[in-house]
């Protein structure tokens, strides 16, 4: 598997493309809205949980820079 690690400043958003398998995003600092089949947000020391072949929209919420990992299997 493969672990990313993003950071997302204050209102920016990003695309991230669909995995060969799940993926789960971590959230360590922050707040993210991600939006797939459906839309939540989660905060610092939460996880969720994304099905694999899903894209994935995040978008930064609150003051602060959210920083989050996606771990999941490389795309080939």
């Not at 209102?11 to 360590?28: D, F, M, V, W, Y």
């Not at 809205?33 to 609150?62: M, R, W, Y």
Request: charged share 20%.
């Amino acid at each position: 598997f493969e672990l990313k690690e993003y950071e997302l400043e204050k209102g920016n958003e990003l695309r991230i493309s669909p995995s060969a398998g799940p993926t789960i995003i971590l959230c360590l600092l922050g707040s993210i809205c991600i939006k797939t089949e459906n839309t939540i947000t989660i905060t610092s020391g939460e996880a969720l949980f994304v099905p694999h072949n899903t894209p994935i929209d995040l978008q930064q919420k609150g003051g602060e820079t959210a920083v989050l990992f996606k771990a999941g299997i490389p795309q080939s």
